[in-house]
């Protein structure tokens, strides 16, 4: 089993920043991982991901304003959030794909909430 643990959601006013930070238990053999975020009423949709190589994908949504990047040697994955607006407002999930299971482990979440 493997724990992915994320941090640092909060209460934010429209244009300022957060920085979530995830980190999975087992130090190798992560290979992608991932942010994604669910609001209220809505379905959970990709924010960002990225691979092994530290090559980076952005939903459309967060390009210009998110950064995401990784830590291999620390199996930890950052999300640095800029300019917010209110529609980013939703629970942030973090996975990472841990290869010799072949699957994703989830975090529990951790809330962003953006006010105007």
């Known amino acids: 089993q493997v724990q992915v643990v994320e941090s640092g959601g909060g209460l934010v006013q429209a244009g300022g920043s957060l920085r979530l930070s995830c980190v999975a238990s087992?130090?190798?053999?992560?290979?992608?991982m991932g942010w994604y975020r669910q609001a209220p009423g809505k379905q959970r949709e990709l924010v960002a991901r990225?691979?092994?190589?530290?090559?980076?994908t952005y939903a459309d949504s967060v390009k210009g304003r998110f950064t995401i990047s990784r830590d291999n040697t620390k199996s930890t994955v950052y999300l640095q959030m800029n300019s917010l607006k209110g529609e980013d407002t939703a629970v942030y999930y973090c996975?990472?794909?841990?290869?010799?299971?072949?699957?994703?482990?989830w975090g529990q979440g951790t809330q962003v909430t953006v006010y105007q």
């Open positions: 996975n990472a794909y841990y290869t010799p299971h072949n699957r994703y482990y």
């Open positions: 087992v130090s190798n053999w992560i290979s992608v």
């Open positions: 990225i691979d092994v190589e530290n090559t980076p």
